[in-house]
Nanobody
């Protein structure tokens, strides 16, 4: 059984940084396309970043590249999201997701939460002004 456990969320001042972790158990993280999504109160779940399996290509949501960095540590079976220059608009619950499906896909498919098979429970990020 695949389990994803996020950690690293918390309260930070505007302009600060946080690094989220997503520890994966049950399967190897390098065999998955991994994604981060976020959901603010009253809003739909939003794509943040993804890293493809094997080659590890990285892609980001609109206006997030340059502030956010997704990475993967295969030895620790963990995916990270480094977030810099945070603003109150980044306040949300952040979710980690994994896609192990062998169904062919294009990169753009990974921008949709519907493409992922497994989800973590989420971690709250609150940015104060």
């Amino acid at each position: 059984q695949v389990q994803l456990v996020e950690s690293g969320g918390g309260l930070v001042q505007s302009g600060g940084s946080l690094k989220l972790s997503c520890a994966v158990s049950g399967r190897t993280v390098s065999n998955a396309a991994m994604g981060w999504f976020r959901q603010a109160p009253g809003k739909e779940r939003e794509f943040v970043a993804t890293i493809t399996r094997s080659a590890g290509g990285t892609y980001y949501g609109d206006s997030l590249e340059g502030r956010f960095t997704i990475s993967r540590d295969n030895a620790k079976n963990t995916v990270y999201l480094q977030m810099n220059k945070l603003t109150p608009e980044d306040t949300a619950v952040y979710y980690c997701a994994a896609r192990y499906s062998s169904t062919p896909y294009v990169v753009r498919d990974l921008f949709s939460h519907e493409s992922y098979d497994y989800w973590g429970q989420g971690t709250q990020v609150t940015v104060s002004s």
